[in-house]
């Protein structure tokens, strides 16, 4: 999984990793690489884990409102791979640290 420009959704990942795209988002969370909106923090972008694309949209009472979507890339799904294996490898009753920065 090395291909340049691909990406996927997280209904897409959820399937490739094995995982619930619900349960993925909440270890995501908890391993404080996605924020409570969603998206990841910047560290994990500029890794190349994850990018965001934002669309605008027209809403009819609000007015022009900006939509934001989470697609990870080939080096994210390695990446949530080897997550998902130490946070499942150390229990979900244990409190979760950050997840680590590792090349």
Avoid: C, W
């Avoid at 990841?40 to 605008?56: A, C, D, E, N, V």
């Amino acid at each position: 999984m090395n291909t340049r420009g691909e990406e996927y959704d997280m209904k897409r990942t959820a399937e490739l990793v094995n995982i619930g795209k619900l349960k993925l988002f909440k270890i995501l969370r908890e391993s404080k690489v996605l924020n409570s909106e969603n998206l990841p923090y910047i560290k994990y972008r500029q890794l190349g884990y994850f990018r965001i694309h934002t669309s605008r949209y027209v809403h009819e009472v609000r007015g022009e409102m900006a939509r934001s979507k989470t697609v990870v890339t080939p080096l994210g799904i390695e990446f949530i791979n080897k997550l998902l294996n130490d946070y499942l490898t150390k229990g979900k009753d244990q409190k979760t640290e950050p997840a680590k920065l590792t090349g």
